[in-house]
């Protein structure tokens, strides 16, 4: 909010502000708040095309952010999915409707009727400069290795050590809690 984006557009943060409240109240809280992957033109959610749910949409500063879950189980989540997990960024784009008015800047505002058909759907290029996502994987272990982030072998690890014996136990543990401090 409160910035010219990439759109031409710019966005007061309490105009944002008010409509994110209703969003909430409407969509988030009664676990409604889809997004889809790409960016149609209309404000209609195709269930067809949803990627992500959309759990917390929150203000801070002029920002607003929030979290999603990405629903692997369908087919543009499944697409969302193999991307983050290859290593692509993504980002998110609002859709809405509402009625522009030039300021003394030039800039188009979104004005007070602003209404958000969805808080987020997946893009590759955000027109907002702050829309890029930051995936959280949860449940998973994650390590530092060479530079790069990446899923650690915990399986595996569980695995050598279940298939020791006993007499071995000790010996195998220290192998594995070396190999996973190595991978730090």
Do not use: C
Request: charged fraction near 30%.
């Amino acid at each position: 909010g409160d910035i010219q984006n990439r759109n031409g557009r710019m966005y007061p943060a309490e105009v944002l502000d008010k409509e994110v409240q209703r969003y909430n109240e409407q969509y988030v809280s009664k676990n409604r708040a889809y997004g889809e992957l790409g960016h149609p033109n209309g404000p209609t959610i195709n269930l067809e095309r949803v990627s992500h749910l959309i759990t917390q949409l929150e203000r801070d500063g002029s920002n607003f952010k929030g979290r999603a879950k990405i629903l692997t189980e369908t087919p543009m989540g499944a697409i969302v999915k193999g991307i983050m997990d290859d290593g692509g960024q993504l980002a998110v784009s609002s859709r809405g409707m509402g009625s522009l008015k030039q300021n003394r800047q030039g800039i188009n505002e979104v004005q007070k009727d602003f209404y958000l058909a969805t808080a987020g759907d997946i893009v590759a290029d955000p027109s907002a400069p702050d829309a890029f996502v930051n995936g959280i994987m949860e449940g998973k272990e994650w390590v530092w290795e060479n530079g790069l982030i990446k899923e650690a072998s915990i399986a595996e690890y569980e695995k050598e050590i279940k298939k020791t014996s006993s007499r071995e136990l000790e010996e195998a543990k220290l192998r594995v809690f070396s190999d996973f401090l190595s991978k730090l």
